[in-house]
């Protein structure tokens, strides 16, 4: 397949994720521009039947099962996927911006001697060069990044930057087992336990709506009303670093630049004052409402809709219209 597109997608309990849909959908229209083919690959446990799954999303599928891929690991996946790459020699790597993807792709390039672009919110063809557009200086603008050079490019998207569109019809593509030639001493970490989030509880990189609460919600117990609030607009429920250093939530929570990087259709920010750092991983999002009783707040500059209120006013007061106009429908 010398040349062709690949696309790394991301699996979670045998369920494909959606970054994995949306840079397939990106896969495609660069394959279609480039004239080339667009293969896809799955790594994991019992992850077979997930490569039929992707055979209507791409021309050909590797499927790379292995117990010891059963949990990611950055030694695991790098060697299997490092021998696919050697063998294969796609000319573009495409992965998601996510925590796994940003862990193995930088690693993989370094193995293959490729070109990485990370973190990039579009990559388009331009006079057959491979042109991405990457945010810099904490979101406050965009830099083009062309990817030169022989190798093999890898791009890394950010999660909700592509619309997921499924093919006008099943590519039909061939799934290929692949060998997984990991043994157990080639890991060198070990997952002791696996903390899983609250059963329904939405993930933040892919969900449409946040509701994310900061140090103005005063504790564990005032950030009730944001949750209170998320559930009502069935949101994913975020916090402000400072949330997280105070112990209120858990890290997995944090948006920011030492946080998740968002980018929801609507993204309600309480009692958050609009750190750089916390704008850094929200600045994305469509439309972004903020609550804060400092008409002054950093926040307002970037939001669609500001209401100065106390939250534990303004918060209550929401989930109650939302509630009525639920219960008109
Ligand atoms: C290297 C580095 C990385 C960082 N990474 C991140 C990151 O990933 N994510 C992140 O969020 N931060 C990050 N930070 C921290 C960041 O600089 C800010 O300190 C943090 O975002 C502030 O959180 P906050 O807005 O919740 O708190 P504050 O800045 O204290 O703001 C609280 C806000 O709540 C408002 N408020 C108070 N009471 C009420 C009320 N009753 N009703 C309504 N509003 C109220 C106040 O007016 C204020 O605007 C990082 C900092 C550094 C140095």
């Known amino acids: 397949m010398a040349g062709e597109v690949l696309v790394l997608c991301e699996q979670a309990d045998g369920k494909l994720k959606i970054i994995s849909n949306e840079i397939l959908t990106k896969g495609r ?11 896809a690959v799955i790594v994991g446990s019992g992850v077979e039947p997930l490569g ?8 050909r599928v590797f499927v790379i099962d292995s117990p010891q891929l059963a949990s990611y690991s950055t030694d695991g996946y790098t060697k ?7 063998e294969q020699q796609p000319r573009l790597v495409l992965c998601g911006a996510s925590s796994q993807g940003r862990d193995l792709v930088p690693r ?14 579009d990559l388009k063809v331009e006079d057959g060069r491979l042109v991405t557009t990457r945010p810099v200086y904490g979101e ?20 909700k930057a592509v619309v997921p569109v499924e093919p006008e019809a099943p590519m039909g ?9 990991v043994a157990p001493e080639d890991i060198r970490t070990k997952v002791v336990d696996v903390l899983k989030g609250v059963e329904g509880m939405i993930e933040l990189t892919e ?8 140090r103005g919600t005063k504790g564990e117990e005032g950030f009730g009303c944001v949750e209170e609030l998320a559930k009502e607009l069935n949101a994913a429920v975020g916090a402000s670093r400072s949330v997280v250093d105070a112990g209120w939530k858990a890290h997995s929570y944090q948006v920011g630049q030492t946080g998740k990087v968002v980018s929801p259709q609507l993204y309600i920010a309480t009692g958050i004052s609009g750190a750089i750092q916390h704008l850094a991983g929200m600045r994305t999002s469509k439309v972004i409402v903020a609550i804060n009783k400092d008409s002054e707040a950093p926040i307002f500059k970037v939001a669609d809709y500001g209401i100065v209120a106390d939250l534990f006013k303004a918060c209550p007061l929401l989930t109650e219209e939302i509630r009525k106009l639920k219960a008109q429908q």
Do not use: H
């Open 108 to 121: 993989l390039a370094a193995r293959v001697k490729g070109g990485l672009a990370s973190n990039c919110s």
């Open 173 to 181: 593509g061939e799934v290929v087992k692949m060998e997984a030639d």
């Open 80 to 86: 299997a996927l490092g021998r696919l790459l050697t």
């Open 207 to 214: 969900a449409d709506i946040i509701v994310s609460g900061g």
């Open 52 to 59: 039929q799954e992707l055979s209507n999303w791409a021309n």
């Open 29 to 39: 229209e660069i394959s279609a521009t480039l004239g080339t083919e667009l293969a």
């Open 140 to 159: 406050k603008t965009y830099a083009q990044v062309a990817l030169k050079g022989e190798g093999i490019q890898f791009v890394s998207i950010r999660p």
